[in-house]
């Protein structure tokens, strides 16, 4: 059968080494059941933060009157993306690191802030400017993504860009793997879990294209 599609998995993968944010839940699993002559299945038990790994905010996280993550619209989380490459962005994404790939922006934006992704948390973490969100929000972007831990810097206690998405109404993934996509237009699948109480969900971010 011929592949109609190239795909890019862009979900860091979890286990228990997997960086989280100072103070937050590590990835751990436990077992209940093993696979034994008196037992047919293997069932485990899993404790994590649901910001560990490639995650979507809910404004719940950042609002306390703030929708949660499994009352979301989907739509937001599916569709044509643009990936932009920004490596050389620090200590925050600005609109001269992007602004060479905002031609016909399509609703969703995810940049590329690592030349490769660190495998321990990062407290210097590339995070967004909040006026880069504002203007991304006024060409009519509906979701933007990064590869690090956060669109804020890791000590910031105002979460300015977090507050830019509140206000506008964006949607956000946090922690992608975009090592390996090279720049350029995608459809995004990255559908957060139906959580109805939770601040955030884990994703399997996904992009592909037509061959």
Not at 73 to 98: E, K, N, S, T
Not at 120 to 147: H, M, S
Not at 161 to 171: A, E, M, N, P, Y
């Amino acid at each position: 059968m011929t592949k109609l599609w190239d795909l890019w998995d862009i979900s860091p993968p979890l286990h228990a080494d997997a960086p989280v944010f100072p103070g937050d839940t590590p990835y751990q699993q436990h077992w209940n059941a093993r696979i034994t002559p008196e037992c047919p299945v293997n069932v485990a038990t899993l404790t994590l933060s649901p910001h560990v790994g490639a995650h979507a905010d809910a404004p719940l996280h950042y609002d306390p009157e703030g929708a949660p993550v499994g009352l979301l619209d989907l739509a937001p989380f599916l569709g044509p993306c643009r990936v932009i490459h920004a490596c050389q962005a620090r200590p925050l994404v600005q609109w001269r690191d992007i602004e060479h790939a905002l031609v016909d922006l399509p609703a969703r934006v995810l940049v590329r802030t690592y030349a490769q992704s660190p495998t321990r948390w990062d407290p210097d973490l590339p995070a967004y400017a909040p006026e880069v969100l504002e203007r991304l929000a006024d060409l009519g972007v509906q979701l933007v993504g990064i590869d690090s831990a956060s669109i804020d810097p890791a000590d910031s206690k105002t979460l300015d860009s977090h507050q830019v998405i509140r206000r506008r109404g964006l949607r956000v993934l946090e922690n992608l793997l975009l090592d390996a996509v090279p720049e350029g237009d995608y459809e995004l699948i990255a559908l957060p879990l139906k959580l109805i109480t939770a601040d955030a969900s884990p994703v399997r971010a996904v992009l592909r294209r037509p061959r």
